[in-house]
C-alpha cells in the first residue's frame, strides 16, 4: 500500500499565507523581451505576459523540456498572440482555444485575471483547458434552453491545490525546482532534501515532489498517539516531541497538535504502520536464513512488495473472504481497529525486537489491543475494506521502522 514518504529527521516548516490571486502587471502583457529572473518558468512567464508556452518556446528556439536559465533573454511574440480572436466579452462566454491562457484572455476582454477567475470558480493555478466555457464577467449571457440545461450540468469540480497549501507537486512542462520553491513558500533545499535530490537538483516532468509543511491537527474524540501517528505517518515520539509532550502522556479531544515535517525519507517508502523510529544499522545477510514468519493465509499474490516511485510496502494477497487470517509470529497487538484512509479494519501485532506484522482490509477483526498472540492464532477474517481491490489481506512486516520485503522474511509460498 502506498503511503505518504516517512522523513527521519525532523524540521518545522511555518505554513505559508494563503495566495491571493495574482494580479497582471501591465508591463508583462505589453513586454516584447523578458529576462529571466530567479525562480521564473516558461510557462509563469507566458502566462504574465498573456501569450502561450509554446509561442515563446518556438520565437526562442526553446526545446523540451522548455528550461529558461537566470538572466536569459526571451523574445515575446506580441504579433501573433495579436491576431487571436477579439474581444470576447460580446457574447458573454469565450471558448478557449490552443494555446490561451487566463491572463491573456483577461486581458483581450478588458476584465482583470481576479473577476475572470471569480466568475467561473477558478482556483490557483487558474489553469483553462482547451474547449473549457468561461463567463465573462460583466456581460449578460442569452439565455437560452439549450445555456438554461448546460447550468444545471455539473462542471468539473477543480482539484487542484494552490501552490502554497499543496503538499504534493506533480513537475509540469517547463519547471525548475527554484521556480516550484517560489510558488510553494518553501526553501529550494527543504524540497530538494525532503526528496533526496542532489545538485543541481534536477527535476523530470511528471516527476511527484514532496513539499514538506507543517501541520495541525484536532484530536477527536476516541483519537489515540498511535491512531493520530499512523494517520500522518510520523512517529509519535516526534509529533510529541513538537509539542512540548512528555511520549507517554495521553492526548485529549479538542487538543491541537503540530505535526512536524520529517526530512531525509527512507529509500523505500513509509511507515504508517508503525511509530518506531528508523535505525541506521544495516543488517548483515546471513549465510542461511531462517523464515522469521509464517504465512498469514494461504493464496495467490496478487500484488508484490516493490520500492521507487510505484512504491508497495507489502503483499496483496488474494483469499475468499472469511478465510481465517493468522498471526505470522507470537506478539503483542499494538492495534486492532478501523484505519480509515487505506487499510480499512487493521491488526498491528509486535513481535519485539523492533520486528512489527500489519494485517489489512480485514471484514473482521477477532483480537483486542493488548492481546498476546501465539503463531498461527486468528487474529481476523479477510474481507474487502479500505482500498482493498477485492477479498484480499493486506500483509506488511516491518523492522525498526523500516517496510521490508515480506517474501525475505516468510518460507516459499505455501
Keep these: ?65 522548455y528550461v529558461v536559465r537566470i538572466g536569459q533573454k526571451l523574445a515575446i511574440p506580441r504579433a501573433r498572440a495579436a491576431t487571436r480572436q477579439s474581444a470576447p466579452a460580446a457574447t458573454g462566454f469565450h471558448v478557449v482555444e490552443q494555446g490561451e ?26 489553469i483553462v483547458r482547451i474547449g473549457q466555457k468561461l463567463q465573462i464577467p460583466g456581460t449578460a449571457p442569452v439565455r437560452t434552453a439549450s445555456r438554461a440545461i448546460e447550468t444545471r450540468q455539473p462542471s468539473t469540480p477543480a482539484t487542484a491545490t494552490a501552490p502554497d497549501q499543496e503538499t504534493v507537486h506533480v513537475v509540469a512542462a517547463g519547471e525548475t525546482l527554484g521556480g516550484i520553491a517560489a510558488r510553494a513558500k518553501v526553501p529550494r533545499v527543504l524540497i530538494a532534501e525532503a526528496n533526496g535530490l542532489e545538485p543541481p537538483f534536477i527535476v523530470k516532468v511528471g516527476q511527484k515532489l514532496q513539499i514538506p509543511r507543517t501541520r495541525h491537527y484536532a484530536v477527536a474524540s476516541g483519537d ?37 515535517t520529517l526530512l531525509n525519507p527512507p529509500p523505500t517508502g513509509v511507515s504508517k504502520l508503525d511509530p518506531a523510529p528508523l535505525s541506521s544499522a544495516a ?43 493468522r498471526a505470522a509470529a507470537a506478539g503483542t497487538v499494538k492495534f486492532a481497529g478501523k484505519e480509515k484512509e487505506q487499510f480499512g479494519n487493521l491488526v498491528v501485532i509486535d513481535h519485539g525486537d523492533g520486528w512489527f506484522t500489519a494485517y489489512g ?54
Design 1 to 65: 500500500m502506498k503511503h505518504a514518504p516517512l522523513l527521519t529527521c525532523a524540521a518545522l516548516v511555518l505554513a505559508a499565507p494563503t495566495m491571493a490571486v495574482p494580479a497582471l502587471a501591465a508591463a508583462a502583457n505589453d513586454e516584447t523581451a523578458h529576462v529571466v529572473e530567479q525562480g521564473e518558468t516558461l510557462n509563469g512567464i507566458a502566462n504574465r505576459a498573456g501569450v502561450s508556452a509554446e509561442a515563446i518556446a518556438r520565437a526562442n528556439g526553446l526545446e523540451p523540456p
Design 101 to 126: 491562457t487566463l491572463g491573456g484572455i483577461a486581458r483581450r476582454a478588458g476584465v482583470s485575471a481576479a473577476a475572470l477567475a471569480k466568475a467561473n470558480g477558478l482556483e490557483a493555478p487558474y
Design 224 to 260: 489515540t498517539a498511535f491512531s493520530i501517528s499512523m494517520k500522518y505517518g510520523v512517529p509519535w515520539e516526534q509529533i510529541a516531541l513538537a509539542n512540548g509532550m512528555q511520549p507517554d502522556a495521553p492526548v485529549q479531544a479538542g487538543q491541537d497538535l503540530l505535526i512536524p
Design 283 to 325: 543488517a548483515s545477510p546471513a549465510p542461511v536464513k531462517q523464515p522469521r514468519f509464517g504465512w498469514p493465509v494461504n493464496g495467490p499474490v496478487r500484488r508484490g512488495y516493490a520500492t521507487g516511485s510505484d512504491y508497495h510496502d507489502g503483499l496483496d494477497i488474494k483469499a475468499a473472504k472469511g478465510t481465517m487470517v
Design 361 to 414: 482490509f480485514l471484514s473482521r477483526i477477532t483480537v483486542k489491543e493488548g492481546a498476546r498472540v501465539a503463531a498461527g492464532e486468528r487474529i481476523g477474517l479477510v474481507g474487502s475494506t479500505g482500498l482493498a481491490k477485492g477479498d484480499e489481506l493486506h500483509f506488511e512486516v516491518r523492522q525498526n521502522g523500516k517496510p521490508v520485503d515480506p517474501l525475505d522474511e516468510l518460507p516459499k509460498a505455501p
